[in-house]
Each structure stands twice: as C-alpha cells, then as structure tokens.
Nanobody, 117 residues
C-alpha cells in the first residue's frame, strides 16, 4: 500500500559524500516516523538515523556528526546526507517508515553504498 523508493547510492572514495533520497507514494508523510537502516553482508540490519514527524532526530553513534537526516513532507521525501564517508559505511541502505497510528512498518528495496578507494 505504501511504497518507498530509495535512490542516490553508489561508489565513493573514503572522505567523500553521498545524498540518499527516499520517495514515498503517499501524501500523508507527516503521519510517519522515518528512518534509514543499513545492512552489511553477514551483519544485522541496524538503524542509522531516524526522524519523527516533528523532525526530532536520532543517530547511531557511528555516524553522529557525519550524517544528517531530513524530510520534506510536502514532497513526500526523506533524505540522508552522508559526509566524510568511511569504508565501514559500506552497506545496503534501506528507507523505513512507521505509521504513527497503526505502527505498521514499510520498507524500500534498498540502495547500495560502497566506500572504497
């Protein structure tokens, strides 16, 4: 019912930057808390950053100060600005949305981020 589509992944060198986008298929974007997760091969999926409808943010310690999560509710889009990228940031990044009323989770298909020289 709710579709999320990530874009912006790719290959970058250490220290470089990428901006990920997540476009939602619904116009009630403000009713969802949003977040970015990532999963590296052989590892558990982990929360990278989250943002509520009120734009309160939370970051994993590993990305704090380097990544910035934001949302544009009018455009039904969430972003993750990633600066000072490190090889350990390499993973598939997933967009996530949680409805504030029924608490259903929705996931995007993922976008690959590879940080390598």
């Amino acid at each position: 019912q709710v579709q999320l589509v990530e874009s912006g992944g790719g290959l970058v060198q250490p220290g470089g930057s990428l901006r990920l986008s997540c476009a939602a298929s619904v116009s009630i974007f403000s009713l969802y808390a949003m977040g970015w997760y990532r999963q590296a091969p052989g590892k558990q999926r982990e929360l990278v950053a989250a943002i509520t409808g009120g734009r309160t943010t939370n970051y994993a310690d590993s990305v704090l100060g380097r990544f910035t999560i934001s949302r544009d509710n009018a455009k039904n889009t969430m972003y993750l600005q990633m600066n000072s990228l490190k090889p350990e940031d390499t993973a598939v990044y997933y967009c996530n949305a949680v409805h504030n009323v029924n608490y259903r989770h929705y996931w995007g298909q993922g976008t690959q981020v590879t940080v390598s020289s």
